[in-house]
T-cell receptor, first 111, second 113 residues
Framework: KQEVTQIPAALSVPEGENLVLNCSFT??????LQWFRQDPGKGLTSLLL?????REQTSGRLNASLDKSSGRSTLYIAASQPGDSATYLC??????????FGAGTRLTVKP | ETGVTQSPTHLIKTRGQQVTLRCSSQ?????VSWYQQALGQGPQFIFQ???????GRGNFPPRFSGLQFPNYSSELNVNALELDDSALYLC????????????FGPGTRLTVL
């Protein structure tokens, strides 16, 4: 069964702090893992895509890692800003064309 | 480059009615996937269309159906609406299969009364 779990469900940090969001998946046969940002009531914005053959991807203050053997991915956000406040979702892509999403981590960055 | 667009933005229907949601894929993308997102949950995969053919389906009943057109835009049809169908419906497009990066539209908020 292809399940994706994100911990914690909610996180509140002061501005400027570095933070890590966690994503775990039960089926290691993923083709890729994608991290998204979702603002309330809005669609998803793609942040980073890691193919199964890759270990990490970086974009600006964001760094995502993938460890298939342990079934884990992390999203590292450096020097957090209030504008980073949103829900962050990870999703594993599988060969049945299904993307399995976690329930998300709701991040609040306080000024 | 135009992103993924969806229409309508919001929709209110009553139980038993039928609804059609529309999605225009990003330029150069030939794959469209549909997702249902209930409040406070992650999106759930409904189905995917690749070059006008259904190419994978999640655990949704047959009253959820779809189409993809030659220009790769897509429709999601839901018959015999139920209260639990109230959700944000998202479509995502990508190049070729979904192994490439998926780009999402803003969603359609469906409320079933």
């Amino acid at each position: 069964k292809q399940e994706v779990t994100q911990i914690p469900a909610a996180l509140s940090v002061p501005e400027g702090e570095n933070l890590v969001l966690n994503c775990s998946f039960t089926d290691s046969a993923i083709y890729n893992l994608q991290w998204f940002r979702q603002d309330p009531g809005k669609g998803l914005t793609s942040l980073l895509l890691i193919q199964s053959s890759q270990r990490e991807q970086t974009s600006g203050r964001l760094n995502a890692s993938l460890d298939k053997s342990s079934g884990r991915s992390t999203l590292y956000i450096a020097a957090s800003q209030p504008g980073d406040s949103a829900t962050y979702l990870c999703a594993g892509g599988y060969n049945n064309n299904d993307m399995r999403f976690g329930a998300g981590t709701r991040l609040t960055v306080k000024p | 480059e135009t992103g993924v667009t969806q229409s309508p933005t919001h929709l209110i229907k009553t139980r038993g009615q039928q609804v059609t949601l529309r999605c225009s894929s990003q330029s150069g993308h030939n794959t469209v996937s549909w997702y249902q997102q209930a409040l406070g949950q992650g999106p759930q995969f409904i189905f995917q269309y690749y070059r006008e053919e259904e190419n994978g389906r999640g655990n949704f009943p047959p009253r959820f159906s779809g189409l993809q057109f030659p220009n790769y835009s897509s429709e999601l049809n839901v018959n015999a609406l139920e209260l639990d169908d109230s959700a944000l419906y998202l479509c995502a497009s990508s190049r070729d299969r979904p192994y490439n990066e998926q780009f999402f539209g803003p969603g359609t908020r469906l409320t079933v009364l």
